[in-house]
């Protein structure tokens, strides 16, 4: 897998602004961010793969005991760690998530792979990723895509 430098140092930073958005990408967040809210609201951890800048973080920090983020691309990290420091329940992590298991020691309850994750990660590592879910997560692992790449 690439490294995603170049895009977000390129074009890949204007697709965070929201008023680059279509419609139908607005109502789809608005839609998976309601559904995600009501869904782990009150758990005790949560395992964010693919966590970006943090929009699920800073959605989730109020509602659960403590979360920890994980995205392979440095410059949504640093965003990442930027916008959440002022909550003391959230960690974020640069790394790749086939390596899940060298970079997090702990247990979570749940896990979220929101905003299309796993369709944006080869095929050819998801089985790892699914095996070190199941190594990590004790109760449920949320996961959307509405579109795989080849």
Known sequence: MKDSKDFYE???????????????????????????????????????????????LRHLAPLVGKITGIDFAEQLVNIAKESTATFDNVKVILGRAEHLPTLVQERFTHALLGWNTIGNIPQEVHEIIFDNLEKLVDKKIFISTFKCAP
């Open 10 to 56: 390129g074009i890949g930073l204007t697709l965070l602004d929201p008023q680059n958005e279509t419609e139908g990408v607005r109502e789809y967040q608005k839609l998976e961010e309601e559904f995600i809210k009501r869904t782990f609201e009150g758990v005790d951890s949560v395992l964010e793969v693919g966590c970006g800048e943090g929009r699920y």
